[in-house]
């Protein structure tokens, strides 16, 4: 039977919407927790910066254990790691004496999810033997900016019928979506990236693919 790598793809681009959730949902968020937990702005924006220097920490280690424990472990990791911070955000700054401890604590998580997304799902795209690869990997990039614009309106429109005050319902329904795509990617078939005899990057070679800094500012710019 021949593999349907269309539902890899499709499973890629719901990827890159994981990541736009958990990039974009928290500042939203901002006003509310320096009201809830009396924390000041200044120190909860710092949560951003946080947000992505971890991922592109997680991003250079990645690049050495991926290859051993397999982009499908990794995947399942990744989107694991985005939906237990998501739900972390409304447990952990209650059980602090301070609140800022357990969003920083929730950042760590699902930001280490939100690095492992940024060095698996364009691979696995690129990889899969489909028909219209360069339109596929387009598309795939594009499915970042729809993610964000969807996390927007949608946050905007839950608030303004449910009230902002009940963000951490919206958090849960938020992290259905990484749970709904970590069982998609148990079942997907996913191609070998690399010839026979083939390695992955290199740290090095990493940092000198442009490919690399461009995907991951143009995202620190949205």
């Not at 009396?38 to 991926?66: A, E, H, R, W, Y």
């Not at 219209?132 to 309106?153: A, P």
């Amino acid at each position: 039977m021949k593999l349907n790598y269309k539902k890899t793809v499709h499973a890629c681009f719901i990827g890159y919407i994981v990541q736009a959730i958990v990039n974009n949902f928290v500042p939203l968020l901002f006003l509310t927790f320096q009201n809830s937990y009396g924390i000041p702005l200044s120190k909860i924006t710092m949560l951003v910066t946080i947000n992505f220097g971890l991922q592109l920490v997680i991003d250079f280690m990645s690049v050495g254990f991926i290859d051993k424990i397999g982009y499908r472990a990794s995947a399942l990791i990744a989107h694991i790691l985005s939906a237990t911070g998501l739900i972390s955000l409304t447990i952990l700054p209650e059980l602090f004496s301070d609140p800022f401890v357990g969003l920083l604590i929730s950042v760590f998580i699902y930001a280490s999810g939100g690095g492992l997304l940024e060095v698996l799902i364009s691979p696995i795209v690129e990889s899969c033997p489909t028909d219209n690869k360069e339109k596929s990997m387009s598309l795939l990039h594009s499915f970042y900016c729809w993610g964000y614009v969807g996390v927007i309106l949608f946050s905007t429109l839950f608030f303004s019928l449910f009230e902002i005050e009940n963000w951490r319902i919206l958090s849960m329904l938020w992290a259905l979506v990484p749970i709904a795509n970590a069982l998609i990617f148990t079942k997907v078939p996913i191609a070998s990236l690399f010839a026979e005899g083939e390695k992955g990057l290199t740290v090095k070679a990493l940092v000198k693919k442009n490919s690399f800094w461009i995907t991951y500012t143009r995202k620190q710019d949205l």
